[in-house]
């Protein structure tokens, strides 16, 4: 991963300079730099535009009560997307633009849930709070009492308790008074 990084970082600097430089020769410095400003402000267009509709989207599934992935999921996409737009280069603006189709978006969703589905385990309940009682078999259930000690009570010792039945958690009392 580190490797990968690195070459992140080389590598699409080095291409942008070199695409600046392809581009520049074929139309001249001001239309290159026209270019980059241009997509700079069509990406910020799309990102408004497309945001307040994500959002719209994530504000309608929470009153529906669903988890609001979908559009979490774009409105990631459209972070990314529209940082890449802001920066200079047309590599990373094709990339951020490429980010601001929702049929590939959707796409990308798709496989990243393909990929994660085999390799997380995720658990939902349609109330939205988990079962009462264990909810895997062979699971611990600890119970417990306590007492508040307050500045008018004195703490009391544990060996003044009743002793507790069948607790692995609790030392036997010939073990405390060691």
């Not at 459209?78 to 737009?85: E, P, T």
């Amino acid at each position: 991963m580190p490797l990968i990084l690195l070459l992140a970082f080389i590598g699409i600097p080095i291409a942008e300079i070199a695409g600046f430089i392809v581009v520049g020769r074929e139309i001249g410095l001001w239309p290159t730099l026209g270019l980059v400003v241009a997509t700079a402000m069509i990406g910020t267009f799309l990102l408004r535009q497309q945001g307040v509709a994500t959002l719209r989207r994530a504000e309608a599934a929470i009153a529906r009560g669903e988890p609001p992935a979908g559009p979490l999921f774009d409105a990631a996409c459209l972070l990314v997307g529209g940082a890449l737009l802001l920066t200079p280069g047309f590599l990373t603006d094709a990339l951020g633009l490429s980010l601001m189709i929702p049929a590939l978006r959707a796409w990308i969703g798709r496989g990243l849930w393909a990929m994660l589905r085999g390799r997380v385990q995720m658990q939902t309940w349609p109330s939205g709070r988990p079962p009462q009682g264990p909810t895997h078999p062979g699971s611990t259930t600890i119970d417990g009492d306590y007492r508040e000690a307050g500045a008018d009570q004195p703490d009391v010792d544990d060996r003044d308790m009743p002793p507790v039945d069948r607790s692995q958690w609790r030392p036997s009392r010939g073990d405390r008074d060691q």
